[in-house]
């Protein structure tokens, strides 16, 4: 008599059909042996069944990328304000595109651009007027640089064309300094940004942290914008990187 097909677990009933086919004294026996075996069998079935999707429910979607990305960063993945799986790789690496750090800044009246040439300018109430070249934020796409002493961030993301320039300081009473990089990954398209400090990534076009131990700290903004060159020059005491 066949008690189950392969693969699957005998049933109660068959398992007691074979218990009382089993001459005596064995039977007794052998029959409490195969009803505790088949009671184990739907035990166990029964703890797989319900474990195995709750386990597969409680996998972060997220953590394959978390598993890959740790083996090159120390950032803390826990930590964060966006769903992770929404960013991609930009094509390079870490770094790949580099950042470039306290730059020289020359008088723009030197004539060193062509008069049409997009800059990204500010205007500080305590320094000259600063820019820095769209064809310089091309190959470096971040530029830690300061003013009146101020850590700042000139950042620009080629994808989105979005320039922005960022006070490079934790506001309120932590108000760290930071420096940033580049990761080489993209969320909608926009740049990710970490800084050197903690290795937390920030969405550059709100200078956001997103992930890490500074996710949910915001930049604050220096108000930028981008004119040619020659209007840029014309003002007084102008200086370009």
Not at 15 to 26: G, K, N, Y
Not at 138 to 155: K, L, Y
Not at 193 to 200: H, K, L, N, V
Request: glycine share 8%.
């Amino acid at each position: 008599m066949t008690i189950a097909a392969p693969g699957r677990r005998p049933s109660a009933k068959a398992l007691a059909a074979v218990a009382r086919r089993l001459p005596a004294p064995a039977a007794p026996a052998v029959g409490r042996a195969l009803r505790a075996l088949g009671l184990a069998a739907a035990a166990l079935s029964a703890v797989l069944a319900c474990a195995a999707p709750g386990a597969r429910a409680e996998e972060d979607p997220a953590g394959p990328r978390i598993r890959h990305w740790s083996k090159d960063w120390a950032t803390d993945f826990s930590r964060r304000t966006v769903d992770l799986t929404a960013i991609v790789s930009g094509g390079v690496p870490r770094d790949g595109i580099p950042a470039l750090d306290r730059p020289a800044h020359v008088p723009a009246a030197a004539g060193l651009l062509p008069e049409a040439e997009p800059v990204l300018a500010i205007d500080p109430e305590d320094g000259p007027p600063r820019a820095w070249a769209l064809r310089h934020l091309m190959w470096h796409e971040i530029v830690n640089d300061a003013v009146a002493g101020r850590p700042v961030a000139a950042t620009w993301c080629p994808l989105c064309n979005s320039a922005l320039v960022f006070e490079a300081r934790l506001p309120g009473e932590d108000g760290r300094d930071l420096s940033f990089g580049v990761t080489g990954k993209l969320r909608a398209s926009d740049m990710v940004m970490y800084d050197r400090e903690t290795e937390s990534w920030w969405q550059q076009i709100e200078g956001e942290a997103i992930a890490g131990e500074l996710a949910g700290a915001r930049l604050e903004r220096v108000p930028s914008w981008i004119e040619s060159y020659g209007r840029f020059r014309a003002r007084e005491g102008a200086r370009i990187m």
